[in-house]
């Protein structure tokens, strides 16, 4: 498990190709790789990697297999690309932003950047049917980071469950991850909020199972309105950390 708080960038040292696998091998911060054994977990850019050897101090390399390639941003990666890196979790570690499995559900892509006085926005594409677990002032996992949504917005043409999210990033979580670089067009790791998915995909089913036949009729009147059933599955909003 993991925190979203991201420990540090890393960059691409060397990668090596073989058949249905890529072997990364990553520079790490100093420090950043004490006590750190052959087997342990770190999140690359989100995704959870198993240390399958250490060449030398600040070093370790992970295997990633094709299917996690295809689904992340891992495979556009190359030698130099720097990375977010987090450290699994211990027993008993403060938990700063929220628990991360490192398993991401699906790539999103940068298409907005605005600059306000000390602060960094980006406003974040998100594929169907992904919008259902992204509400404002709820938490989502972007490369690795442990995020706020300050705005989201789905797309009503088409009402696909495609749309949109914002987040807002303060100065230090700039220095401390990869966000700065990230321009208009770039795609990123998204991890959706665990207990925001049971919460929706619950919902659902009970309207599913309660309503049967009469779902077309009830997603008709919310299209009148302009809502889907997406909208009355929101869960309770979550304060502002």
Known sequence: MFTGIVQGIAQVHQLHDRAGLRSFELAFPPGFDDGLAIGASVAVDGVCLTVTSRPAADRACFDVVQQSLALTTLGDLQPGSP??????ARDGAEIGG????????FKATVVQVRQPENNHVLRIQVPAPWMRYVFAKGYIAVNGASLTVAEAQRHTEPSDGSGWFEVWLIP??????????????AALNIEIERSTQVFVDTVRAAIDERLGPLLPALEALLRQQG???DDI????????R
Not at 172 to 185: D, H, I, Q
Not at 233 to 240: C, Y
């Open 172 to 185: 230090e979580t700039l220095r401390m991850t990869t966000f700065a670089g990230k321009p208009v067009g």
């Open 227 to 229: 809502r889907t059933l």
């Open 83 to 88: 990375v977010n890196v987090e450290r699994a």
């Open 98 to 105: 929220h628990p991360l499995s490192g398993h991401i559900d």
């Open 233 to 240: 599955a929101q869960p309770p909003a979550l304060p502002l």
